[in-house]
């Protein structure tokens, strides 16, 4: 998909073809070194917390997604300040993750999730967006979780 | 049984096909001109056959035929017949199937339409277009067999996708992307049949498929506009564009195509840029079909990713057998394609819309670069990366701005050269229009460049546009005498294919002003709250009423009612809902959205408390989205305006 | 047709090629797990679904880690809530047989999910040849770093996780990776 120049500029001037080669060089070069940059500054890493905690200083406060699961016992919710906390954990390492929002209904513990955000120097990870991981293709599992179940008194009320 | 069948119609098609293809350089190699009708009939013959399949497919989805592999992974006897003929195309296996299908048909009918025309262009276009069925026709016989045979026939299925059953969006999106998809091998297999027949130096190939191109572009940009809006009414975040892979793959070709529809314009009129607009033509093919590859072999990660299996290889394969041939036949021909005219001055249309060109290519590298930057970081560097939006707009709003003023620029300019004056005369008083809109941005409060910048050079090219019809009613009313009716009627219909262009570009500056004021002004708050409680954002007051819960037949749903307050008064409701499906670990959420001329109320239910007594609501105001759908209804109508056969015999030659 | 500049036209999107032949080789989901090559960590689970002779194991029976040093371990984690865990089910069930008598051991592990749902799901696929064990709490799961089901862990004889793969596993897969790690342990 490259330009001819020989579309753009008249077939009988031959002389001119240098100068149109250099100029599509160049639009191709800057606009290149623009993409490169624009992607050198723009691009999150994917980690888990052990990768995380492994880069030290270089790790704080650069857009991250951190992979792992939900720790159990660590969710913590406040409906009225809509803070969430939790820690991440890939079986070696834990990073707490502070999150505003409510969490997604079927937010638990042992989900796989991945946060998008920042590491702070006060070792907290400052999520912007929380993405649990799952396949639409899953069941929910236990018995006791089916939604039905779970927002029982909810259905009953509406005498549905 | 119905399985059967259709996996013989495939095996036979097969055949069929092979035959049509083989046919082809042997009648015209070997002067065998009588062959010809009988590649056409294979052509006829595969649209059969496949339909039959299709249809089969339909049926065993309908009557549940659990022993069918496809029906036993989308089907279940809860989900509501609508959604099941749906699900034909709702994963994997029924998309390919029905991929294949509208192939089938749109080869069936550009072969019948084309069938008496003189010389090897349309025999070698058949051929092509018979190559890509027989790709297709591999798929459904290998990796992506929708007629697979179930050992342990079960009751019952998951049923379809939780996310595609839960909007009829989708039942509108899928099917245009893959006609918009499809269209475009109609004009590639043109451009290669002219290439294969020789015939490359008369532009035949590209009036033949100007319409098939059209309308591709048309469904493809409907597409577009379906996706965000399903993902606006349905995901629940509010937004409608993410640049998530899946996405960009519907976007890339859509900007090759728009590159194309005008720089046809310049080969027709000028006989220039006959070369680039081959590459054109092969790229948007090959970019749908990348964009298939990426989405459907799971090499991207994505949010709308189908499950993976081997087809990934098989596509690999196609895309690296019709990227080189087609390159190479471009490079080999690139000789023959050498321009008639030249550029006379660079105020022209022809420059604006080489400049288009660039801009509409330059955007495609940037999307496609961000796209498959991850796939590169990994391969070389080894590490885990995703390119977030910033990158995609930092890039982007750039290009987009400038492609808005070119907007303006192009319909202003004559052909060939245009003098001083009349460079004054045309370029100036759109600048009112900026001016407009430019104070109105800044009233309104953006203070972005960008945004400024969006809503500046939208208001000059709606300026002028909206002159350019101006300009011709003007014309007819004070020559003819006609009404101002009458005059924009007649003045369209005897240049259906240039206003319809300008139409489109105003259903362009309506879904950019949406874009642009949606991404500028948006609000948003959340709070959780009792009933009886209210939340209120931008003047927009929400009184939660109760919260509800309800069984369906196919589904479970949680919602919360919200009252619209009006002072004291009570101004309708709105009933974000959540909904469980059994087969999904996760709700999917149906927010509610109230739309008004300049912006919705956009309510989404996060999350609540089992018992009712309270729920976490997070309302959004968004401005000027509704602009976007309609904007995307503007851009089809123009494009149908420019579609429709104009009185067969007039003014077919002289359009812009 | 220009031969020459044909060739190099085509030749520019070898390198496009090889990119994606190498994205396919890769799983964009797969989370970076910092587990391959490390010890797996130990279990010691209870068997609810015995499986078929020869590989059974009676119900009740524990299977620790530390009884199958030496020999290759493949960790099957998987639910009956799980639908990609039907496409696997028969090909890892087959190919547990046609290791029988080789240092192979099979173990499923039923993830999030009540025995009784397993038991009755193991039956309507149809049964299945290797013993799956119940991991209360999901704790194996979470030692291993479990993202979602199935998964399953190649553990090597030494005790070490070889290979994690995510999603449903193939037949090539398995012998590929079963056969090199036993050509290892031969040696």
């Not at chain 1, 699961?69 to 009225?80: C, F, I, L």
């Not at chain 2, 015209?28 to 059969?48: E, K, M, S």
């Not at chain 2, 109230?594 to 408390?609: E, H, I, P």
Request: with cysteine.
């Amino acid at each position: 998909m490259n330009i001819d120049e020989s579309a753009v500029t008249p077939a009988k001037a031959t002389k001119r073809r240098p100068i149109a080669i250099a100029a599509v060089v160049v639009v191709v070069g800057v606009f290149g070194w623009l993409l490169y940059g624009g992607l050198d500054k723009n691009v999150v890493f994917f980690l888990t917390p052990q990768e995380l905690l492994a880069k030290g200083t270089s790790g704080y406060d650069v857009p991250v997604r951190l992979g792992g699961q939900v720790k159990p016992g660590t969710v913590k919710w406040d409906d009225k300040t809509l803070r969430l906390t939790f820690d991440v954990t890939d079986g070696q390492s834990d990073i707490a993750v502070q999150s505003s929002g409510a969490p997604p209904q079927m937010f638990r513990d042992g989900q796989g999730v991945v946060v998008e955000g920042r590491f702070g120097r006060d070792h907290v990870f400052n999520s912007t967006g929380l993405m649990i991981k799952h396949s639409n293709e899953y069941r929910p599992p236990k018995a006791g979780e089916k939604p039905q179940e779970m927002y029982k008194t909810l259905i009953k009320g509406s005498g549905a | 049984m119905t399985g059967l069948l259709a996996h013989d119609s495939i095996l036979v098609s097969m055949a069929v096909v092979l035959f049509g293809m083989i046919a082809v350089p042997v009648a015209v190699r070997r002067g065998r001109r009588d062959l010809i009708p009988y590649a056409f009939a294979a052509v006829y013959t595969n649209f059969l056959l496949i339909t039959v399949a299709a249809l089969s497919m339909v049926y065993a989805l309908v009557t549940h035929d659990f022993s069918v592999s496809y029906v036993a992974q989308v089907g279940s006897r809860e989900t509501p017949l609508f959604y099941t003929v749906i699900s034909l195309w709702g994963a994997l296996e029924g998309s390919i199937l029905f991929w294949a299908w509208v192939l089938s048909m749109y080869a069936a009918v550009v072969v019948w339409v084309n069938s008496r025309r003189p010389g090897n262009l349309v025999p070698y276009a058949a051929a092509t277009l018979l190559f890509v069925s027989f790709f297709f026709a591999i798929l459904l016989i290998g990796p992506a067999d929708p007629f697979g045979v179930v050992k342990n026939v079960q009751p019952d299925g998951p049923g379809p996708n939780p996310l595609l059953q839960n909007h009829i969006l989708m039942a509108i999106h899928p099917p245009l992307l893959y006609l918009g998809y499809v269209g475009m091998s109609v004009p590639f297999s043109f451009a290669v049949g002219a290439m294969l027949s020789g015939e490359v130096e008369n532009d035949d190939w590209m009036r033949i498929t100007r319409r098939w191109t059209l309308s591709a572009w048309a469904l493809l940009s409907a597409a577009i506009i379906a996706g965000m809006w399903w993902s606006y009414e349905v995901l629940g975040w509010g937004g409608y564009w993410a640049w998530d892979p899946v996405e960009n793959a519907s976007f890339i070709p859509w900007l090759t195509a728009t590159a194309f529809l005008h720089s046809a314009m310049v080969q027709e009129r000028r006989g220039m840029l006959r070369l680039w607009n081959l590459n054109l033509v092969v790229g948007t093919f090959l970019l749908t079909i990348l964009g298939t590859f990426l989405t459907r072999s799971g090499i991207v990660s994505s949010v709308h990713a189908f499950t993976t299996g081997t087809i990934g290889y098989y596509f690999l394969a196609f895309i690296a057998v019709v990227m080189l041939a087609s390159l190479a036949l471009v490079a080999g021909n690139s000789e023959r394609l050498r321009s008639v005219g030249r550029f006379d001055s660079p105020m022209s249309r022809e420059t604006v819309f080489l400049l288009n060109n660039l801009f509409l290519t330059a955007f495609m590298f940037t999307v496609l670069t961000g796209t498959l930057f991850p796939l590169a970081a990994e391969a070389i560097k080894g590490v885990k990366v995703s390119v977030g939006e910033p990158f995609f707009n930092r890039m982007s709003l750039p290009i987009i701005v400038t492609l808005l003023f070119l907007m303006g620029v192009g319909p202003a300019l004559p052909w060939k050269a245009a003098s001083k004056e009349e460079v004054k005369a045309k370029l100036l008083p759109p600048g009112i229009g900026a001016s407009l809109f430019l104070v109105g941005g800044l009233l309104a409060g953006a203070r972005n460049v960008y945004a400024l910048l969006a809503f500046t050079f939208a208001g000059y090219a709606a300026f002028a546009n909206l002159r350019e019809y101006w300009i011709g009613m003007r014309a007819r009313h004070t020559a003819h005498g006609e009404g101002w009716g009458t005059a924009l009627f007649r003045l369209i219909g005897g240049n259906r294919h240039r206003y319809g262009g300008y139409t489109a570009h105003l259903g362009i500056i309506l879904v950019a002003l949406g874009i642009a004021a949606s991404s500028t002004f948006r609000t948003e708050h959340e709070a959780t709250i009792k009933p009886g409680e209210t939340i209120s954002l931008a003047g927009h007051t929400l009184r939660l009423k109760s919260m509800w819960g309800r069984e369906e037949p196919q589904r479970s749903v949680v919602g919360a009612t919200l009252e619209v307050m009006n002072g004291a008064a009570v101004n309708g409701t709105m009933e974000p809902r959540m909904n469980f499906y059994p087969m999904s670990q996760s709700p999917v959420p149906t927010p509610a959205v109230r739309s008004g001329f300049l912006g919705d109320l956009y309510v989404n239910l996060q999350a609540f408390r089992p018992d009712g007594s309270n729920a976490t609501i997070r309302i959004i105001y968004e401005p000027l989205v509704p602009w976007i759908w309609f904007g995307g209804g503007v851009v089809v109508f123009g494009a149908l305006i420019a579609i429709f056969p104009a009185g067969v015999l007039t003014g077919r030659r002289s359009e812009a | 047709m220009n031969w020459k500049r044909a060739g190099i036209a085509a030749l520019c999107v070898v390198p496009l090629i090889i990119l994606f032949g190498y994205g396919l080789t890769r799983d964009p989901k797969e989370i970076p797990s910092p587990l391959p090559g490390h010890d797996a960590s130990p279990f010691a689970l209870t068997v609810f679904a015995p499986g078929q002779a020869p590989l059974a194991r009676a119900p009740g029976d524990t299977v620790k880690l530390a009884d199958l040093k030496g020999q290759v371990v493949v960790l099957n984690f998987w639910a009956s809530w799980c639908l990609s865990c039907r496409d696997e089910h028969q090909i890892l069930s087959q190919t547990a047989l046609d290791y029988v008598g080789k240092p192979v051991h099979f173990v499923g592990v039923l993830y999030n999910d009540e025995p009784a749902n397993g038991t009755k799901w193991i039956e309507q696929m149809g049964g299945q040849s290797y013993p799956s064990v119940t991991d209360p709490g999901a704790r194996t799961a979470i030692d291993y770093g479990l993202y979602g089901v199935p998964e399953t862990y190649f553990l090597d004889a030494n005790g070490r996780i070889a290979y994690k793969a995510t999603g449903p596993v193939n037949e090539r897969i398995i012998r590929y990776l079963v056969d090199s790690l036993m050509a290892v342990a031969a040696k």
